[in-house]
């Protein structure tokens, strides 16, 4: 069975500094592993996917994460945080492949202080 | 890419009625999901919508509570029957794309507010 463990329900940063909101996964098998953000009133939009190429993966709006298969983590990170960053988080795992069937933590609420 | 819309946005319904969400995609899409996310709370899937045939459900969804359809490639309808307060959440619409190469891309719907009193 799969699962995903998003450390810390809110995370609150200053304009400038480092985004780092963490996720530990489980995974009976090779795992394909997702960040999504979600905007207030907004639906899902994709940041980021690991699907066993190279483990740092680069997405969208400067976001970046590393697959750590010894930690079983995939750490989601932003060099220096923008007001418009604020928003949720989601790290997902797929059950088996790219199937769609996409298993979600409990996500991560970013606020960006001027 | 793909486009998704529901219809309707978000509605207040009376417990014990009936309502039906539309999900709409730009193209042609094989894959098709229903996601459910309660208050406060992460996303669910409720089922997998299979067109010209039976929807699968996950664990803990039945047809009886949450029957969909799937006329053809572009088109879905989840319906949550008989409702009750604990119905209440956001229902996502979800497709996976093909991308160049073996890829898929995932989509999520702007999602239907639901609000049952």
């Known amino acids: 069975a799969q699962s995903v463990t998003q450390l810390g329900s809110h995370v609150s940063v200053s304009e400038g500094a480092l985004v780092l909101l963490r996720c530990n996964y489980s995974s009976s098998v090779p795992p394909y592993l997702f960040w999504y953000v979600q905007y207030p009133n907004q639906g899902l939009q994709l940041l980021l996917k690991y699907t066993s190429a190279a483990t740092l993966v680069k997405g969208i709006n400067g976001f970046e994460a590393e697959f750590k298969k010894s930690e079983t983590s995939f750490h989601l990170t932003k060099p220096s945080a923008h007001m418009s960053d604020a928003a949720e988080y989601f790290c997902?795992?797929?059950?088996?492949?790219?199937?769609?069937?996409?298993?979600f933590g409990q996500g991560t609420t970013l606020q960006v202080k001027p | 890419s793909a486009v998704i819309s529901q219809k309707p946005s978000r509605d207040i319904c009376q417990r014990g009625t009936s309502l039906t969400i539309q999900c709409q995609v730009d193209?042609?899409?094989?894959?098709m999901f229903w996601y459910r996310q309660q208050p406060g709370q992460s996303l669910t899937l409720i089922a997998t919508a299979n067109q010209g045939s039976e929807a699968t459900y996950e664990s803990g969804f039945v047809i009886d509570k949450f029957p969909i359809s799937r006329p053809n490639l572009t088109f879905s309808t989840l319906t949550v029957s008989n409702m009750s307060p604990e119905d209440s959440s956001i229902y996502l619409c979800s497709v996976l794309t093909p991308v160049q190469g073996q890829s898929y891309e995932q989509y999520f719907g702007p999602g239907t507010r639901l609000t049952v009193t």
């Open positions: 193209s042609q899409v094989t894959m």
């Open positions: 997902a795992v797929s059950a088996s492949g790219n199937t769609g069937k996409l298993i």
